[in-house]
C-alpha cells in the first residue's frame, strides 16, 4: 500500500512537474513579422494557447476582430477559443484593453507566460494586433486542415507598433482581364495579413466596363465584353469585325461590389474604385457613342490600343452629366474618401478637331487641349467634392493644372508627386520604377511573359515613399504607397498571385515599417520563413529571388574571365558546374568567382539546407582571343545602356533579344568605335560583331560595319568590311552577327567600326529622331 501510494506521489508530482515544465523560450531568428514591427524586445519563455483560452474583449466591435482570429485556430487545431465580451482579466487569456490616446492603426501586444494583453485605441489597432498575433503563433495556423500535436507557442514579448504611412495600397487592374469577386475576396485575405489597407480596383480602361451602372445597362451589356483573341499576343489583336460575338469579360454586379466592400472592411480594407476619364474609355464609348467628339461606332478591343485618340468629348454637356451618373452610383457603392479618376494617357487629336470642344476652349478662356483636360478634371472634381469625396488621379492631372483639392497618385517615377507635393497637394506613390509589379521580378528566360521592365524582390524593398527632393514641410504630403498590377499579361488569378507574392511584403514593409528597422537581409531571412506561410494559405507566390544571377568580369591577377555568383536572397549556398551537368548538393559550392579559361556552360543553383530552392541558371561562356581584352571606347556608348560594364563586349556572353537585360552597350544617333588591345601579337583571321534590331524600340542594325589590325595602336590598316543593304524597316526583333573572315594576319590590336543608321528612316513612328544601335559581343578568333 505504501508502495502504491508513493508510486501515485511520484506520478502526481510527474504530472506537476510537467504542466509548470517552462514553455520554450525563442530566439529572434525564428520570428518573421512582416512588415517589421516598430518596437519588440524579447523575453524569456511562451505563451501557450489551449483549447480553454478565452479571448476577453470590452465591445462588439473588438468582439468582431477576436472571433476571426478565433476562426484562424478553429480552422487549424479544431478548437473553438471562447470570445467574452467584458469579464475580468484572468490568465491563460487574451484580453483586449482600450488605450485612447494612441495613433489610430498603432497598437501594443504584451505576450506574457500566462497572458496576452491587447492595447488599442481603435478596431484598426486591435485588428493589426491579431496580425500580428497570428504571425507569432507557429505557420500551421495558416493551415485549412486541422493540424496535431502542435504546440501553440507564441514568444513572450512586447511589441510597440504604428505605422509609417496611412495609405498602403494595392491596385489590382481588373479589366485587362477580369477576375471575379471570389478571387477578389481571397485577394483582400491575403492583403490583410500584410497589413495592407487600400484596395484600388481599376474598374475601367479601353478593354472592359467591370462595374453595373443602373442607369446606363449598357456600359456592362456591351462594355463588359471583347472578343477572345488570347491566344494572341496582347499588341497585335485584330479589331471586332462585324458578326463576331464579343464573348470575353465580366463585370461586378452591384451586390458584388457591396460584398467586396463590406469583406474588405471587416479587414480593415478600404476599397478604392476607378473610373477612367477622359481617355482609356473605349469600352465606354462602344456603348455609349454620343459621348465621344466623333459619333463612333467603337468596338471594346481586344488587346492592346495606343495612342488613346478616342477620348470623351469635353464640349459636350451631355458627357458630364453620364459622368455624374455614373459617379453617383459608384459613390453610393464604395464608402473611400477617394474616388480616382483616372486621367492618364489622354491623346487630344479629337479634342483639336471637334468643333464642341473648340467650343469651350474659347467659351471657358482656355488656351488649348492640354488645358482643356484641367477643365475635365476640375469640372469632375466639384462634383466629387459635392458629394463629399476627394478626387484622386493620375499624375498626369498635373498638366494643364491640377484640380483645387485633388490628390495625385504619382506613377511615372516620382516627378509628378514631387511637383504635386510641393503645390500643396496630397500625393500617394506608385512610381513604376519601385512597385510596377506587372514587370518582371526574375531574370526574363525563367519568368512567364511580362509586359516588360525589371523590379526584383530587392528593389521593391528599396522603395521609399519620401522623396528626399522634399523638405519636412512638403513630405507631410506624401501620404503613402501603392503597388499596382495591371493585368494585359496576367491571365489567371494564380499568375495574379505570382506577380504580387513575395513584392507585396516588401510593399508592406517600405509602408508601414520606419527606416530604422527595414533591413534587407533581416527581410531576407523573414520573407523565406514567411514563404511557409504563404504554402499552408495556397498562394501562388514566385520564387524568382531565390534565382542565382550571373556577373561575368576581369580577374586582373590570374588574367581570366573571372564570373561573381550571386542569389538575391541572402544567407542562400550556391552550387555550380561548368561542365553542363545539373548542380547538386555535392556539387562545387560558390565562395569566389568562377574562373574560366575555355568555353564553358556554367550552370547554378541556390540550396537552403541542403534543398534546392532556386531554378536552375544556365549560361554560355564563348571563350575566344578578345576575351577579357580590354577595350577602349573611341566614342562612348549611352549611359542608359552602359550593358554590365567595362567587359560587355568581350565578356563571351550573349545578350538576348531584350535589350535592356545588361548584355547590351548601345549608341544613341552616334556610331560605335571600340579598340581592343590583344596584349600581344596574334594571329587572327575572323571577327564577329554581334547586334539587335528591334524597329518597335526604335533600335535598327549597324549600316555598315568596317574592321581593322594595328601593331602599334596607332596605325590601322583596313581588312575587311561589311555593307547591310538590308531595308532597315523591315523585319521584327532579331539578333544578327556581322561576322568577316580574312587572310590570317599578326595584329596587337582590333578596331571595329559600326555605323549607326543616324535617324530614324520615313515611315517609322520616330522618322527624322536619333536611332539606336545596340551592340552586345565583339568576338576574334
Ligand atoms: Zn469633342
Not at 475635365?376 to 494643364?400: A, H, Q, Y
Not at 499579361?489 to 515599417?513: C, D, G, N, Q
Amino acid at each position: 500500500m505504501k508502495q502504491l501510494i508513493t508510486g501515485i506521489m511520484i506520478l502526481v508530482s510527474l504530472a506537476f512537474i510537467w504542466s509548470c515544465k517552462p514553455n520554450r523560450t525563442f530566439s529572434e531568428s525564428e520570428i518573421a513579422l512582416i512588415p517589421q514591427v516598430q518596437k519588440m524586445t524579447l523575453g524569456e519563455s511562451s505563451f501557450k494557447f489551449k483549447k480553454s483560452t478565452k479571448l476577453v474583449v470590452e465591445s462588439v466591435d473588438q468582439e468582431v476582430i477576436a472571433r476571426q482570429f478565433a476562426g484562424l485556430f478553429e480552422k487549424s487545431s479544431g478548437w473553438k477559443l471562447q470570445v467574452v465580451v467584458g469579464g475580468n482579466e484572468g490568465s491563460n487569456q487574451v484580453y483586449f484593453k482600450t488605450e485612447p490616446v494612441m495613433a489610430p492603426e498603432g497598437y501594443i501586444l504584451e505576450v506574457q507566460k500566462d497572458r496576452i494583453e491587447i492595447k488599442a485605441a481603435k478596431p484598426a489597432g486591435f485588428f493589426y494586433a491579431t496580425q500580428t498575433l497570428r504571425q507569432l503563433l507557429p505557420v500551421e495556423i495558416e493551415s485549412a486542415q486541422k493540424q496535431n500535436n502542435i504546440d501553440w507557442l507564441v514568444p513572450v514579448v512586447s511589441i510597440n507598433d504604428n505605422p509609417a504611412f496611412k495609405w498602403r495600397g494595392f491596385m489590382l487592374d481588373v479589366v485587362r482581364h477580369f477576375f471575379p469577386k471570389e478571387d477578389i475576396l481571397r485577394m483582400i485575405d491575403n492583403l490583410a495579413l500584410h497589413k495592407i489597407n487600400t484596395l484600388h480596383l481599376h474598374l475601367v480602361d479601353d478593354q472592359g466596363w467591370r462595374i453595373e451602372i443602373k442607369k446606363y445597362p449598357k456600359l456592362t451589356e456591351v462594355g463588359a465584353w471583347r472578343v477572345n483573341h488570347e491566344d494572341k499576343p496582347w499588341n497585335s489583336r485584330p479589331k471586332q469585325q462585324a458578326g463576331e460575338k464579343a464573348t470575353f469579360g465580366g463585370f461586378y454586379t452591384q451586390d458584388d461590389i457591396k460584398k467586396i466592400v463590406a469583406y474588405a472592411q471587416s479587414h480593415f480594407i478600404t476599397v478604392v474604385p476607378e473610373i477612367e476619364m477622359p481617355a482609356h474609355v473605349t469600352c465606354a464609348l462602344a456603348a455609349y457613342p454620343q459621348f465621344s467628339c466623333k459619333g463612333g461606332p467603337f468596338t471594346v478591343p481586344s488587346g492592346g490600343l495606343w495612342p488613346i485618340t478616342d477620348i470623351y468629348c469635353a464640349g459636350n454637356d451631355s458627357t458630364f452629366l453620364f459622368l455624374q451618373d455614373v459617379l453617383s452610383e459608384v459613390i453610393d457603392l464604395f464608402p473611400s474618401k477617394y474616388i480616382h479618376v483616372g486621367g492618364d494617357e489622354a491623346t487630344k487629336t479629337e479634342w483639336e478637331k471637334c468643333p464642341k470642344c473648340k467650343a469651350r476652349i474659347r467659351t471657358e478662356g482656355l488656351k488649348n487641349v492640354g488645358e482643356l483636360q484641367s477643365y475635365f478634371m476640375k469640372r469632375m472634381e466639384k462634383f466629387v467634392n459635392s458629394k463629399g469625396r476627394t478626387l484622386l488621379g493620375w499624375d498626369e492631372i498635373l498638366e494643364g493644372g491640377l484640380p483645387a483639392e485633388a490628390t495625385v497618385m504619382s506613377w511615372r517615377g516620382m516627378q509628378g508627386g514631387i511637383d504635386a507635393a510641393k503645390q500643396g497637394h496630397d500625393v500617394v506613390m506608385t512610381p513604376n520604377s519601385y512597385v510596377y509589379f506587372d514587370y518582371y521580378q526574375g531574370p526574363k528566360d525563367q519568368e512567364p511573359l511580362a509586359i516588360g521592365g525589371y523590379l526584383p524582390l530587392s528593389t521593391v524593398y528599396t522603395f521609399n515613399p519620401v522623396p528626399k527632393e522634399l523638405n519636412a514641410e512638403e513630405a507631410k504630403h506624401i501620404i503613402g504607397g501603392q503597388a499596382n498590377l495591371w493585368t494585359e499579361y496576367v491571365p489567371t488569378f494564380k499568375h495574379v498571385e505570382y506577380m504580387t507574392f513575395p513584392r507585396i511584403a516588401a510593399l508592406a514593409e517600405a509602408v508601414w515599417s520606419s527606416g530604422e528597422v527595414r533591413n534587407w537581409e533581416s527581410f531576407s531571412h523573414r520573407i523565406q520563413l514567411f514563404m511557409k506561410r504563404y504554402d499552408l494559405m495556397g498562394i501562388n507566390y514566385s520564387k524568382s529571388a531565390y534565382a542565382v544571377m550571373a556577373k561575368p568580369g576581369f580577374d586582373p591577377v590570374k588574367k581570366q574571365l573571372a564570373v561573381a555568383l550571386k542569389s538575391e536572397l541572402a544567407g542562400l549556398e550556391i552550387h555550380y558546374t561548368t561542365d553542363g551537368s545539373e548542380p547538386t548538393n555535392l556539387s562545387t559550392t560558390y565562395s569566389e568567382p568562377v574562373l574560366l579559361d575555355k568555353t564553358s556552360t556554367l550552370k547554378a543553383v541556390t540550396f537552403s539546407d541542403g534543398i534546392p530552392v532556386g531554378k536552375s541558371m544556365t549560361q554560355s561562356f564563348n571563350m575566344n582571343k578578345a576575351t577579357v581584352k580590354p577595350v577602349k571606347y573611341v566614342i562612348p556608348y549611352s549611359e542608359n545602356y552602359p550593358g554590365s560594364g567595362e567587359y560587355t563586349l568581350v565578356n563571351g556572353v550573349r545578350g538576348s533579344t531584350s535589350h535592356s537585360d545588361g548584355e547590351w552597350q548601345a549608341w544613341e544617333g552616334k556610331n560605335m568605335e571600340v579598340v581592343i588591345d590583344l596584349q600581344q601579337a596574334t594571329e587572327i583571321h575572323t571577327i564577329s560583331v554581334g547586334s539587335l534590331q528591334n524597329i518597335g524600340a526604335w533600335i535598327f542594325l549597324p549600316r555598315k560595319m568596317e574592321y581593322f589590325v594595328s601593331n602599334d595602336g596607332v596605325n590601322f590598316k583596313k581588312v575587311a568590311e561589311k555593307v547591310n543593304e538590308a531595308d532597315p524597316l523591315s523585319g521584327e526583333n532579331q539578333l544578327k552577327d556581322f561576322t568577316v573572315e580574312f587572310t590570317p594576319v599578326s595584329a596587337n590590336f582590333v578596331k571595329v567600326i559600326a555605323y549607326n543608321l543616324g535617324k530614324a528612316s520615313k515611315g517609322h513612328m520616330g522618322a527624322g529622331q536619333n536611332a539606336w544601335m545596340f551592340i552586345d559581343e565583339i568576338a576574334v578568333e
